[in-house]
């Protein structure tokens, strides 16, 4: 099996409603889809998307990078993945998300080639998941609002987006607990929002009100792990890294600098799957837990992080909800959503189609 051909398009659809983080707001979502044709016949189905503020690429570097990439294995053969996965990794530093876009195609066309759906490949831990919901960052109301709706949707774990305002974090956190009660689990993402101080000072006071939080996810600036292992030592709850994480070389220094209990591993972030598998064994044998989550990105790209998560004994948890939050579905098939539960069709690969 040799790879004849790679392209890619752009699709986009509006989200219900603004997403928005301490670092952006976003209301209409604008992905890449890619395809890497073999001489076989099969496709494989990958995608990224541009997400400046975290990764640095746009849509122009992501064109960009996928043409540069895309000469470099254009006519190798699919024998197994290991040699075109390094072509990848090693041609050009960076561009993360567009040698994800190329990794979850091969992955998904390697998949297929087997004929077992890409779970399975990938070990196959687990064929179940659930996500949780993310409830954007807004006014105490209307954050309370979208908490009830998403518990009355069926979702029993919440993401709240906070790093605004401290005394305004705290009552949006307990706001919410206390219009739920106890059978919600909450889980915080500061976005890198916070000061060290204040990252302390709010989850204690949360902790001591009754928040009984999960965790917390990067709570001051990514590049501060000194910071992080400051505060993860002066609160009661696992810290997660997101934005400090990139790669398995972040990885191993966040285990070195005890800066975090967990990490949230995106496919954007690292470069696809086979860099994702190294961050996973790096926190096994460091004793951490992972979470898999994902930007705001393609329907192949959040159902190629859905198969991973369930594949791995370390994914604790899943954030992976991206499709929930679109107003329609612009890339066919792919993982399938009943509420929090995430299923996979019984088809090889991603079980995308064109
Ligand atoms: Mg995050």
């Known amino acids: ?153 069926g979702f029993k774990e919440l993401k709240l987006k906070v790093g605004g305002d401290p005394d305004e974090d705290v009552s949006r956190i307990m706001g919410i607990r206390e219009a739920l009660g106890t059978e919600v689990k909450l889980r915080l993402d500061a976005n890198q929002g916070w000061t060290v101080r204040d990252a302390v000072k709010i989850v204690n006071r949360v902790q001591d009100m009754g928040g009984d939080l999960d965790f917390v996810e990067q709570p001051v600036k990514g590049t501060d792990l000194k910071g992080m292992r400051f505060v993860r030592e002066n609160i009661g709850v696992p810290l997660v890294a997101d934005e400090s994480i990139f790669s398995p070389e972040d990885a191993m220094r966040i285990v070195e600098e005890e800066a975090a209990d967990g990490f949230n591993i995106k496919l954007m972030k690292c470069g696809g799957i086979s860099e994702a598998l190294k961050i996973s064994a790096i926190a096994e044998t460091a004793g951490l837990f992972c979470m898999v989550g994902a930007m705001m990105e393609s329907h192949a790209g959040v159902s190629a992080a859905a198969h991973l998560a369930a594949s791995l004994k370390t994914v604790k948890y899943a954030d992976l909800d991206v499709p929930l939050l679109c107003s329609e579905k612009t890339e066919k098939g792919g993982i399938i959503y009943n509420g929090a539960e995430i299923r996979f069709p019984d088809l090889p690969g991603l079980g995308m189609e064109l």
Not at 116 to 145: A, H, K, W
Request: hydrophobic share 40%.
């Open 1 to 153: 099996m040799k790879i004849t051909n790679i392209s890619w398009e752009r699709v986009g659809c509006k989200l219900k409603k603004p997403f928005i983080t301490a670092l952006r707001t976003l209301d209409y979502l604008e992905v890449i889809q890619v395809v890497i044709s073999s001489d076989s016949g099969e496709i494989g189905i990958g995608g990224c998307a541009p997400t400046a503020a975290i990764t640095g690429e746009t849509m122009g570097s992501l064109d960009a990078a996928l043409l540069f990439l895309s000469e470099k294995i254009k006519g190798m053969e699919i024998e197994g993945l290991a040699p075109i996965l390094y072509k990848i990794k090693t041609g050009m530093a960076g561009n993360t998300s567009a040698k994800a876009a190329l990794d979850i195609a091969l992955h998904d066309l390697y998949s297929k080639k087997l004929g077992i759906p890409l779970y399975q490949y990938l070990g196959g831990f687990s064929d179940r998941l659930s996500t949780d919901l993310t409830i954007s960052l807004n006014s105490m109301e209307e954050m309370v609002e979208d908490a009830n709706q998403a518990f009355k949707d």
